[in-house]
């Protein structure tokens, strides 16, 4: 496993990729509207930044807008066997928001892990 992207919740995705593009010359490697969110991934060479911009006030970084502003909403390891790394966090009785590695964005596998059991961190597995 390996650390793999940061989720940053933003109010505009274009405008935040814009500013760390000049600011970290971290090129955009993929855009997408997924979700209910346009999704912003910048490339730090072996790692990303993953800014979320909801289309609507609905949905989870909407919320987690309205509670908490910008900022980091979670941190990605990127695993070869995401049903693995389920099974681990299961076994070590963590609670997990998703019991199924579900599509996220950019295609790639995910499943999250509940903060109550992380110290507090929303932790997202991604398989790729």
Do not use: C
């Not at 274009?14 to 999704?39: I, K, R, S």
């Not at 941190?75 to 049903?83: F, N, Q, R, V």
């Not at 790639?108 to 109550?116: D, Q, W």
């Amino acid at each position: 496993m390996h650390f793999d992207h940061a989720g940053i919740a933003t109010d505009d995705a274009a405008a935040l990729a814009d500013q760390y593009a000049t600011l970290f010359d971290a090129p955009v490697a993929h855009e997408e509207e997924f979700d209910g969110m346009q999704v912003v991934f910048l490339d730090f060479g072996d790692s990303y930044f993953e800014l979320l911009e909801p289309l609507s006030d609905e949905g989870a970084i909407a919320s987690y807008l309205d509670s908490n502003g910008p900022g980091i909403h979670h941190l990605a390891l990127a695993t070869d066997d995401i049903e693995s790394a389920l099974a681990h966090a299961r076994e070590l009785d963590i609670t997990l928001i998703d019991e199924e590695p579900r599509e996220g964005a950019w295609g790639h596998e995910v499943a999250f892990l509940h903060p109550k059991d992380t110290g507090g961190v929303l932790l997202e597995y991604v398989q790729h």
